[in-house]
T-cell receptor, first 108, second 114 residues
């Protein structure tokens, strides 16, 4: 069993919709949780990270962590075609463990 | 600001040929360095990581090896490529000793073994 599980999708939404992405994890030692965005044929780029449980907002992006249920979420409000990418969740104790990534397409 | 370079961007190699992929980091000192392989739909697989010159840890036994001849240089090698070595290879760095292990990725090398 992978330490971080993520539904690979794909997910297709119309422009302006809210995109909801989720991951679950099994390692209770994880303290930091990250979301990366990866455009086709490019390296992943860090979107945002959170420490322990709680919410973090950055513009149209909101990351949530619920340690009691071992659940990680990313919400994208007012989605744009430029948000079309693969989104990877990650968590770390002494090394990063990645989810498989969810491919998102925002239709104009 | 920090930047990370990888080359080549794309590589097509015959089975049995050697491989050398290079990664360099600018704008930081003493980084942790990582090599990942990404297969379609399978996420990122950590291959090697290094906390210093000459210090290499292997996560997965395989046909590949890594070396760190300089502080900001990380090389991925193979003596004889296999078909299964095809994939997207990513180098990443993180700041050593930070409480949060946030990694920053390079642009990647797409390798096709024929």
């Amino acid at each position: 069993q992978k330490e971080v599980e993520q539904d690979p999708g794909p997910l297709s939404v119309p422009e302006g919709a809210i995109v909801s992405l989720n991951c679950t994890y099994s390692n209770s030692a994880f303290q930091y949780f990250m979301w990366y965005r990866q455009y086709s044929r490019k390296g992943p780029e860090l979107l945002m990270y959170t420490y322990s449980s709680g919410n973090k907002e950055d513009g149209r992006f909101t990351a949530q962590v619920d340690k009691s249920s071992k659940y990680i979420s990313l919400f994208i409000r007012d989605s744009q075609p430029s948000d079309s990418a693969t989104y990877l969740c990650a968590a770390n104790d002494y090394k990063l463990s990645f989810g498989a990534g969810t491919t998102v397409t925002v239709r104009a | 600001s920090q930047t990370i370079h990888q080359w080549p961007a794309t590589l097509v190699q015959p089975v049995g040929s050697p491989l050398s992929l290079e990664c360099t980091v600018e704008g930081t000192s003493n980084p942790n360095l990582y090599w990942y392989r990404q297969a379609a739909g399978r996420g990122l697989q950590l291959l090697f990581y290094s906390v210093g010159i000459g210090q290499i840890s292997s996560e997965v036994p395989q046909n590949l090896s890594a070396s760190r001849p300089q502080d900001r240089q990380f090389i991925l090698s193979s003596k004889k490529l296999l078909l299964s070595d095809s994939g997207f290879y990513l180098c990443a760095w993180s700041t050593r000793g930070s409480g949060i292990e946030t990694q920053y990725f390079g642009p990647g090398t797409r390798l096709l073994v024929l």
